[in-house]
């Protein structure tokens, strides 16, 4: 199996293949580290600019359609998950991209590479499929070559960890072949804890001193969890970018906001005797792993979709959902120095699980491509920083207030049919009935509103995209639960006084744009739209207009029919 590295000793019989390619119009591969800038591209290209209210041509609409807006977010949604790599398997691809870049490091001068393997449960998918595109790079000729010459060029040194760090190949090897086994002996532990940075930062002080002096040190992860111990992150990071050694972790990307996705599925349900029996399989702390949030803090306000033409669910799965970015620690860790995350993007797939513990990602979870992910990438800060980027703005600080209150219930599959029956009085029990279930959620929703209410006057000090379109998609998602909940007990109580239709035996509500009970909820309405539509029009590509979109194809008002 070739790889990048593969491309350095090219045989002279292929010099006149290599050119025919040139003369086709054969591009080169570039490496690039995720979240930065593409480089410039070679050939011409036509970029498609994104239409916004200050570049929109005077011919044309100044806001355009809202559907056209949503008809693009989708084809690229959908043309992100068609992606299919058929170069091998995920994490092989991610390994090839690892080992390029040690190939040009080994063009520069001597090479000591240290892997870092996790030996965890939760990672024995991952670790199998990157071992191997591992061991395929030690095979591959031109490092049997450097084994065969002797020059001791590329060193390799293999542990393995969890909770305590374990050597393979202890002392750096250059024999190919021995290197090569070392990375075929790791086992699965029983442990559940993966101490990543306390490994990371013992191998920095064994074989730190080697960077620089005698040779570069490339430290290289293979893990999908964020580690038991991020927080030495604030610690490691410093020391990794003093030095310039690069961390290359081949992982998983980060949950949208979430530590991880099957927290809330945890939580639903009765805890059965087969599934408490079931969590006892998987080693403690291993069953969940901790797998994000992408920032230092989660960001995301968690409100369930609203359903669209109640009693058909036609919303995606809002668990699963990927950040694009990976977990912030390691992500952190790995641009301290130079290097970068490779997150682990299967083609297809389900939720599964190995000896009871579940793996992220499942294949089915939605995906955002931007071409611009860089401008969208977290604070990569410490807590410290952190906290104080949250009191230089209140729209930031409401936000990471909201996000604090974790999920909350909206109005969800209300009643909507009510018959009059054989009394007033049966009539008025329903529809009793019905404003309960709206009272209950509404302190929740208005709890949320409370919150980022506050923060509204420093919306438009925002400089940062990723801030601006979060507490937009925020702020016009809580907007549009509100109204949705209150103008739907306005509704039930305008019956309750006698306003609905009249000489009607059976009263349906319907979802509309209409808001014949409040002029207040109407304007609420429009602004939920104008901060939603936003976030649609000038993030394209991000899980901020995916979301967005699937909240304004609900109504947010309603109106009666009556029979």
Known sequence: MKTIADLHFVPAKL???????????????????????????????VVKKVLTENNSPKSKKSKPEVKEELDVIDKAYQASRSTVIST?????????????????????????????LDRTASNYKLLSGATTGAKAWYESQDVKQMTLEKNKKLQSVVACFDE????????????WQKVRDGLGKVTQSESGKEMTFSTVKQVLDKF?????????????????EVGDDAKLVDEVAPLVQRKAIPIYVVGTAAPWGQPTPFEEQTRRGPRTEEKKADEKVAPAGDANPVLGPESVFSERVNLPLPV???????????????????PHALERLCRAGGGAFLPVRPTSGTVYGY?????WPTGAELRFETPHLAKYAPDYVGEAEYQKLLSENKARGALHEAAKIGKAEILDNPDTQFQKGNSEAQLKRRLDEAQQASAR???QIDRLYDTLVGGEGDRDKLTSPRWQAQFDYAFGRVLAAKVRNDSYNQMIASLK??????????????????????SVLKKMAEKAKFYLERVVKEHPGTPWAKMAAEDLKAPMGWKWQGT
Do not use: M
């Open 308 to 326: 669209i033409g109640y009693g058909f669910r036609g919303k995606p799965t809002e668990e699963f959902i990927e950040s694009g970015f990976g």
């Open 88 to 116: 091998g398997s995920p994490e092989e691809v991610a390994v090839r991209k690892v080992t390029g870049e040690i190939g040009k490091s080994l063009e520069l001068g001597p090479v000591l590479v240290v892997w870092l």
């Open 497 to 518: 006084a006698g306003k609905g239709p009249k000489d009607a035996t059976e009263y349906n509500l319907e979802q509309a744009d209409s808001f014949d009970t409040s």
């Open 441 to 443: 959620v509404a302190p």
């Open 15 to 45: 010099l006149l293949l290599a050119a025919v390619c040139f003369i086709a119009g054969c591009k080169d591969t570039e490496f690039r580290v995720p979240g930065q800038e593409a480089p410039k591209p070679k050939t011409k290209v």
């Open 208 to 224: 730190g001193p080697l960077h620089g002096a005698d040779r570069q040190l490339v430290i290289v992860i293979f893990t999908n």
């Open 164 to 175: 305590t760090l374990e050597y393979v190949l202890e002392e750096p090897e250059d024999d």
């Open 355 to 359: 000896g009871g513990t579940k793996f």
